[in-house]
């Protein structure tokens, strides 16, 4: 699984971008350290993370 992927799948169950960002917001918020470790499993970049994290609590 990859990033692309995962959101292929997002879009397919009829999340949009609004959406998607309002479940990766309710991730962090509820379980920071668990929405760290599946952007890890996406394989996303360090810098990516860290980026999706900041936007995700709202800075």
Known sequence: MNVDQWVE???ETGLDE??????HREF?????????????WLN????AILAIR???QGH
């Open 54 to 56: 900041k936007e995700s």
């Open 9 to 11: 799948v997002f879009r």
């Open 18 to 23: 609004e959406m998607m960002h309002r479940w």
């Open 28 to 40: 962090e918020h509820r379980y920071p350290k668990e929405h760290e470790s599946f952007l890890k």
């Open 44 to 47: 996303l970049s360090s810098d």
